[in-house]
């Protein structure tokens, strides 16, 4: 049976669905800054994963940017697995045709009308968020001072993708570390915003203007119009890092996206009960702590035999 809401349940069992839903937001963070594994220990992680999903590691050069591809990875099964009690090997993940990860759960989702999650990395660290109703954008930037160009020269580049209320914001923001990081705040707010509604990075982002009161209270304009049944956050992780959440109406997603979903429309009751949801803190995990027992297990009667 799923997890709707009616005007006719008791307050008690409204809060007995409130706790449920809880379960599914979740935030999870790894600081892949100190795992630095053997060439053994990545594959091993990497084996954690289906065949099909280990050549979007491995086509990556660096292996910077291959801890960081496989760390994301890790976390939607291990967050699925978690959450959902799928075991790993029943997993199934699949991406829209603009890239947007995806879970086919069929009724192991019952309790959540839309489980969807998101992760993002920058830098230092690999994140993800998920959401049991509300479609859920996350994305994290680390704050690089450029070097080869002045910042305004940086910013320069990424003009035509802020409306002209938040481009004054930026470039009046004060000193050049203050303009980089408003730069860097609104820009993140933006990404989350278009993962979310699973558009792809040609998604008009001008056309997606961002307000608030000292960074919070924060509100998006799309096209002009409020879009009142939206919720965002913008956190620091730590080390010159940010994190911003989104958290909005599965009718805003992308055709495409929608398709995957299983409910878009909701009665307001049972939608505003979602949207306010408390956004819990981010947990740290390590890579470890991703890898199942039973795979370890798994690799270790395999070595002794």
């Not at 594994?37 to 992680?45: C, E, G, K, L, T």
């Not at 939607?76 to 993940?93: M, R």
């Not at 699973?198 to 056309?207: E, F, K, P």
Request: negative net charge; hydrophobic residues 40%.
């Amino acid at each position: 049976m799923g997890f709707f809401f009616s005007s006719n349940l008791s307050s008690s069992c409204l809060v007995g669905l409130w706790i449920t839903m809880e379960r599914g937001v979740q935030r999870w963070v790894v600081d892949i800054s100190g795992w630095d594994p053997s060439p053994q220990d990545f594959s091993f992680a990497l084996s954690v994963l289906p065949s099909v999903e280990q050549p979007s590691v491995t086509r990556f050069v660096q292996m910077e940017d291959r801890k960081r591809a496989l760390v994301s990875r890790l976390l939607q099964y291990a967050l699925v697995n978690e959450v959902l009690a799928i075991p790993y090997d029943e997993i199934i993940i699949k991406r829209t045709l603009e890239g947007k990860p995806y879970l086919e759960c069929g009724d192991v989702c019952a309790d959540f009308p839309n489980f969807n999650f998101n992760a993002s990395h920058h830098g230092d660290y690999v994140a993800i968020a998920s959401e049991p109703l509300c479609l859920v954008g996350l994305d994290i930037v680390s704050i690089v001072i450029p070097q080869k160009e002045t910042v305004i020269e940086f910013i320069q580049n990424f003009s035509s993708y802020f409306s002209s209320f938040e481009w004054d914001s930026i470039v009046n923001a004060g000193t050049y570390d203050d303009i980089l990081i408003e730069f860097y705040r609104y820009w993140c707010l933006k990404e989350a915003y278009v993962k979310a509604i699973g558009s792809g990075v040609a998604y008009g982002l001008d056309r997606v203007e961002f307000h608030h009161s000292c960074w919070t209270n924060i509100s998006v304009n799309v096209e002009g119009k409020a879009m009142n049944e939206w919720r965002f956050w913008l956190l620091e992780l730590g080390k010159g890092h940010l994190v911003s959440i989104a958290r909005g109406h599965p009718r805003s997603a992308t055709e495409s996206y929608m398709r995957t979903l299983k409910q878009a429309e909701f009665d307001e009751e049972e939608y505003h009960a979602a949207l306010h949801l408390p956004n819990v803190r981010f947990v740290s995990r390590t890579v470890e702590q991703l890898i199942p027992v039973s795979h370890k297990d798994r690799v270790h009667r395999t070595s002794i035999s």
